[in-house]
């Protein structure tokens, strides 16, 4: 697994969103068809040209809506710095943060998804990190996701675990 921690600060992001349930996998099935629609209806290529932040490419952004309810908020989006109006695109600041930045090597949507499951069952688990719960990125280069060779990559803001002392009395 291929890893690098990086520190970002604030940037602005702007995009479509949407709610999905994590409850039997349904947001693997139904973020493929948000992609699949964004290519169609033009938001794609209209994002892809109001790129004008840091982080170049696309961007796949999750928060966690209610873990009682099992829910995230996805959004394809684009970092972006201007301020002209941007018609129906929403905006959200995405705070500065320390990432551990993920390399993936692919096709999508297959790579990405294996990725994820990798990253929170191997890696964390084994990390000194945890994830600090500001929302996670996926960065997707300007190319054609179908290739056994795409790359793009997965953000995760992190936090140290922390280790916690218990005093131990010897008698």
Request: negative net charge.
């Amino acid at each position: 697994m291929q890893v690098r921690i990086k520190d970002k600060p604030e940037f602005r992001i702007i995009g479509v969103k949407r709610t999905f349930s994590c409850d039997n996998g349904e947001n693997k099935i139904e973020i493929p068809k948000m992609w699949d629609e964004v290519h169609q209806n033009g938001i794609n290529d209209e994002l892809t040209k109001l790129n004008s932040g840091e982080v170049k490419g696309l961007l796949g952004v999750c928060r966690v809506m209610d873990s009682a309810q099992n829910t995230m908020e996805y959004w394809i989006a684009t970092a972006y710095n201007g301020e002209e109006n941007t018609h129906h695109y929403e905006r959200l600041d995405i705070p500065s943060a320390t990432y551990a930045v993920f390399g993936i090597v692919g096709p999508m949507p297959q790579a990405m998804q294996s990725m994820w499951e990798k990253i929170y069952s191997e890696w964390f688990p084994a990390s000194a990190f945890r994830p600090s719960g500001s929302p996670e990125l996926e960065v997707y280069m300007n190319d054609d996701a179908s290739k056994e060779d795409y790359y793009s990559e997965i953000w995760i803001p992190i936090v140290e675990k922390k280790m916690v002392h218990i005093p131990v009395t010897i008698h």
